[in-house]
């Protein structure tokens, strides 16, 4: 099932530099999107979300883009930092199964120095 | 910050065998879910639960699998006889409603359950 698909396994990016971080999906269902960071071992964090009423949503560092003709959205970190080394996955969900959240297979988001 | 908290953190048990991972949702939260991940895959939805009953529930949720909320805290999530492919991180999840604009699913830290 690919209804939600992140395509870039890895990113490294420079601190200080902009990380993006792509996803795509495939169900026109789908009206809501989050954005979840996980360290190893460790549950999911909640980091940012948009309606699909919206097509920006913006908090602190990090601001998600929202296109919906063409399926798909973005992660913007800006600026990078160490401590944004983790996996992050992209979510979504629609609003007639809100918590049935389909995820992405992640990107692995490597921060250097 | 309020967390979902999930106990245990890491279960041994051998096929065949009852397990029960229990979890904590936020004090304040209505709606609670069970997500799991096997090792390199996607996290995937089981089940979601509100006033004391399964809401949806996806095609891993089968006959084997079950969930309750026994008191006022506790959301448990019960596998009556485990099999080696059921070994996966268990994340339990909640949130405060199931209004779309403005809410988010928290998760636990989850529950490694390796079925040997």
């Known amino acids: 099932d690919q209804q939600v698909k992140q395509n870039s396994p890895s990113l490294s990016v420079q601190e200080g530099r902009i990380s993006i971080l792509n996803c795509d999906y495939t169900?026109?269902?789908?009206?809501?999107f989050l954005w979840y960071k996980k360290y190893p071992a460790e549950g999911p964090t909640f980091l940012i979300s948009?309606?699909?009423?919206?097509d920006k949503n913006e908090d602190g560092r990090f601001t998600v883009f929202l296109n919906k003709s063409a399926k798909h959205l973005s992660l913007h970190i800006v600026p990078s930092q160490p401590g944004d080394s983790a996996v992050y996955f992209c979510?979504?969900?629609?609003?007639?199964?809100?918590?049935?959240?389909?995820f992405g297979a992640g990107t692995q988001v490597v921060v250097t120095p | 910050e309020p967390e979902v908290t999930q106990t245990p953190s890491h279960q041994v048990t051998q096929m065949g065998q009852e397990v029960i991972l229990r979890c904590v949702p936020i004090?304040?939260?209505?709606?609670f879910y069970w997500y799991r991940q096997i090792l390199g895959q996607k996290v995937e939805f089981l089940v979601s639960?509100?006033?004391?009953?399964?809401?949806?529930k996806s095609e891993i949720f089968d006959d084997q699998f079950s969930v309750e909320r026994p008191d006022g805290s506790n959301f448990t999530l019960k596998i009556r006889s485990t099999k080696l492919e059921d070994s996966a991180m268990y994340f339990c999840?909640?949130?405060?409603?199931?209004?779309?604009?403005?809410?988010?699913?928290?998760f636990g830290e989850g529950s490694w359950l390796t079925v040997v």
């Open positions: 004090s304040n939260h209505l709606y």
């Open positions: 999840a909640s949130s405060e409603s199931d209004k779309v604009s403005g809410n988010t699913i928290y």
């Open positions: 979510a979504a969900s629609a609003a007639d199964s809100w918590g049935k959240l389909q």
């Open positions: 169900n026109s269902m789908f009206d809501y």
């Open positions: 948009i309606s699909s009423i919206k």
């Open positions: 639960f509100y006033n004391n009953e399964i809401s949806e």
